[in-house]
């Protein structure tokens, strides 16, 4: 008799590879219902590329980008609570996992074996299944049509070889399982330092058209280097992810507090954003540029600067304790895209290049909200049945 999962077994990341524990009681739906959340977020960015051909990105040593109106810096900067959390909870749910498989008597080294094939997987799907739709999205389209131009340090990228968000939630998970053993303690200051690292050995903008080795390129200095353009660095990630790792520990052990404990740790973070951009030192990867709210909360991405994990950690944490509250209907949405992220990754991803390829010279932001609506709302039903099917297979099934 196999395994199968229960009703409550879901994903803790943007791919069907960790599922998290059965959660007998409520304690662990905030991590389903912002996972939820940041998916369907996620996908105003993605329509943003495909169809309205409009998609800033805040590179370490070049400008910012500059928005003409506020709904343009809204439609990006809402997205940025997407990456984040993804890492996040990933961290929490191989947490939760490893628990509940050491339960069932798995040694410590299949868990990590299963994190580490897992991982693994994410790579590739990046370069062979989500690739070509990036790629096909970006060469349909008419190049001038682009909002700025799709570019990062040493210029732009013309094809080959793409390292995106999966490759660093994938080698983020085979680090991460490696050392899941770890005490909490050690996991969280781990964590902290790999953020930090990451803030310190960024180059200078003086070094943004230096060729690094793309090795150097994929652990912490996004950008182009001939034919191999690394997008998400893994050092910094890698740091939100043990981080989470400590938050799933929280969630299982502690959960009469974990959402008094996270939420106050949200809103400490968000006090460091305000004294690290105030200071303007520290930090950040760029200098505030100008006197207003855009300006201050324009921070930098690629790699995450502090400013912008503090930030964006601090939002998504606050937001474990505001979403139970949302009417029921709106929580049983949030939890239906949540229960398939992979599937719904990937599916987003080839639905929303598709429907941009009659758009090659982009669109303006009240079609790009449309298509986004249109979009998700099938996609919801679309991972309903998905799920069902993904419950009656085995624990360990790929799918």
């Not at 369907?40 to 309205?52: G, K, N, Y």
């Not at 490759?167 to 790999?194: C, F, K, N, Q, R």
């Not at 052990?253 to 968000?270: D, H, Q």
Request: charged share 10%; with cysteine; aromatic share 12%.
């Amino acid at each position: 008799m196999t395994d199968t999962a229960t009703p409550r077994e879901v994903a803790a990341i943007p791919a069907d590879v960790v599922p998290a524990v059965t959660a007998a009681s409520n304690r662990l739906t905030q991590l389903d219902l912002l996972r939820g959340l940041v998916m369907v977020v996620m996908a105003i960015d993605h329509v943003a590329f495909f169809v309205a051909k409009r998609h800033p990105g805040e590179y370490w040593g070049v400008p910012l980008p500059e928005y003409p109106s506020a709904i343009a810096f809204f439609t990006r900067a809402i997205t940025h609570l997407s990456a984040p959390g993804f890492f996040l909870l990933m961290g929490a749910g191989m947490a939760l996992f490893r628990e509940s498989r050491g339960g069932l008597g798995w040694t410590q080294g299949r868990i990590a074996r299963y994190f580490v094939t897992r991982g693994l997987l994410l790579v590739l799907i990046n370069q062979f299944i989500e690739n070509p739709a990036w790629i096909t999205g970006f060469l349909v389209a008419n190049p001038e049509a682009f909002w700025p131009a799709i570019a990062g340090p040493v210029g732009a990228f013309t094809g080959g070889v793409l390292f995106g968000v999966l490759t660093a939630l994938g080698l983020s998970m085979v680090i991460a399982g490696l050392v899941s053993a770890l005490p909490s303690a050690a996991l969280l200051a781990t964590g902290l330092g790999a953020m930090v690292a990451s803030q310190v050995l960024t180059p200078d903008a003086a070094q943004a058209m230096v060729q690094f080795n793309p090795l150097v390129r994929l652990i912490n200095v996004p950008g182009v280097t001939g034919f191999v353009f690394v997008i998400y660095a893994v050092l910094p990630w890698l740091g939100v992810t043990l981080c989470g790792m400590a938050l799933g520990r929280l969630a299982r052990n502690k959960p009469a507090s974990f959402v008094r404990i996270a939420t106050g740790t949200g809103a400490a973070l968000l006090v460091l954003f305000l004294v690290m951009r105030v200071g303007d030192g520290f930090g950040n990867h760029h200098s505030v540029p100008g006197p207003t709210v855009i300006d201050f909360l324009n921070v930098t991405k690629y790699p995450p600067s502090l400013t912008f994990l503090s930030l964006t950690l601090g939002i998504n944490l606050m937001l474990l304790g505001v979403l139970p509250h949302l009417p029921t209907t709106w929580r049983r949405v949030l939890d239906g895209y949540g229960r398939s992220p992979m599937f719904f990754y990937l599916a987003h991803i080839w639905l929303f290049m598709l429907i941009g390829l009659p758009f090659r010279n982009g669109t303006g932001y009240g079609v790009l909200y449309l298509v986004w609506v249109v979009g998700v709302v099938p996609l919801y039903f679309a991972c309903k049945r998905y799920t069902a099917f993904k419950l009656a297979k085995p624990k360990e099934s790929y799918w």
